[in-house]
Structures are given as C-alpha cells and as structure tokens.
T-cell receptor, first 113, second 113 residues
Framework: DSGVTQTPKHLITATGQRVTLRCSPR?????VYWYQQSLDQGLQFLIQ???????AKGNILERFSAQQFPDLHSELNLSSLELGDSALYFC????????????FGPGTRLTVT | AQSVTQLDSHVSVSEGTPVLLRCNYS??????LFWYVQHPNKGLQLLLK??????LVKGINGFEAEFKKSETSFHLTKPSAHMSDAAEYFC???????????FGTGTSLTVIP
C-alpha cells in the first residue's frame, strides 16, 4: 500500500459528460501528479501541483483541469468526455519534485461509452 | 527534447536466469533516469533512480541499472529472475528542470517457471 488513495476505482459515463477524480496524497507529501495510461497513448504525465500551486504541465487537454486544495488532496476534472478519454488515471505524490520518489495510487479506471 | 526508447516491448526469461531490460534515452543535458514497475492492476512503484551520482544504481528486489553516457543507455538488470518479477517495466526520464516526466512505452516481462 503506497499511502495514496484514489476514488472512485471505476467510473462509467457517457460522451459529453463531466467527471471528477479525487486523490489523497501520502501524509506529508506536498506534490501531487496526475497521469493517464491508455493502450494507444501509453503513460502520459498530465499535471503536477505542489503545495496548492500548479508546478508543471504535461500533455493535458484543455477539457481537463485540476486543482490541489489546502488539505493537499487533489481533483482532476474531465469535461466534454470523448471515447478516447477512456483510460486509467493515476495520481502520485512525493515530498518534492520529479527527482523525489513518487508514490502511486491504485488508479481510477474511466470508461466513456 | 527528452525521450526514452525501450528497445523490447516484451521479454521472456526462465525463472532463475538473468533479466535484461533495455532503455536508451535522448537528452541534451545530464538527465535524471528512473525505472518503475507496474504489476497487473496496480499503480507504479519506483525500482531505482539515477540522479548524477554513482553510475551503477542499485534498487529494490535485486534490480540494478547502469548509466552509460557514451551509449545513452540505462539498462535494467537482475541476476536471477523470480516469478514475482513478472510485470510491466517503464524507463522514465525527467527534463532539465525536473518538472517533466517522459515515459518509455514499457517492457512486459514474463517469467517462465
């Protein structure tokens, strides 16, 4: 158990809808990262927050947004969903930036129908 | 731009024989390099990382990797494969800011009893 929790585990929704994925980091970790894993795109870094502020952006679509709250939990919002957004979404946390060890949550599997 | 190439999408070894998973990177500076493992239906776990210290890096579960700048390689090895090593392995490079993460396409390791 990494200490990172993600909810929900599974999510099935229709195209055009909006969903929110939630992540609670390990106790004491200030950084939260979001990743997307799909069969055709592989693993992609989406976005990083550090202590409530956006630190780095990867291949995150404009339809997607994230935030980190004062209690350090984070939410990833996906809107206007398309079939191609179906994927496993991972959250990870670390004490600092990318050179620190990241601890991954179990993921949220999103299916868009 | 930074990138990593995992030279084998699938590797199959017999239990007790050596493991070699190959990774080449592309970077215009001295990178930070990582190997992560993903067991089925699990999040990723850090095996080891190189951040410009010793070129031979020892990780968890008997894995190690050697950073070879002249060959731009960071191959992962283990002297003797165990059944529990069967998983997907990702080679990862971070950019010079330490604020971006680039994943390889992954190598699926099968261990034959």
């Amino acid at each position: 158990d990494s200490g990172v929790t993600q909810t929900p585990k599974h999510l099935i929704t229709a195209t055009g809808q909006r969903v929110t994925l939630r992540c609670s980091p390990r106790s004491g970790d200030l950084s939260v990262y979001w990743y997307q894993q799909s069969l055709d795109q592989g693993l992609q870094f989406l976005i990083q927050y550090y202590n409530g502020e956006e630190r780095a952006k990867g291949n995150i679509l404009e339809r997607f947004s994230a935030q980190q709250f004062p209690d350090l939990h984070s939410e990833l919002n996906l809107s206007s969903l398309e079939l191609g957004d179906s994927a496993l979404y991972f959250c990870a946390s670390s004490e600092g930036g990318f050179t620190y060890e990241q601890y991954f949550g179990p993921g949220t599997r999103l299916t868009v129908t | 731009a930074q990138s990593v190439t995992q030279l084998d999408s699938h590797v199959s070894v017999s239990e007790g024989t050596p493991v070699l998973l190959r990774c080449n990177y592309s970077s215009s500076y001295s990178p930070s390099l990582f190997w992560y493992v993903q067991h089925p239906n699990k999040g990723l776990q850090l095996l080891l990382k190189y951040t410009s210290a010793a070129t031979l890096v020892k990780g968890i579960n008997g894995f190690e990797a050697e950073f070879k700048k002249s060959e731009t390689s960071f191959h992962l090895t283990k002297p003797s494969a165990h059944m529990s090593d069967a998983a997907e392995y990702f080679c990862v490079v971070s950019d010079y800011t330490g604020n971006q993460f680039y994943f390889g396409t992954g190598t699926s390791l099968t261990v034959i009893p």
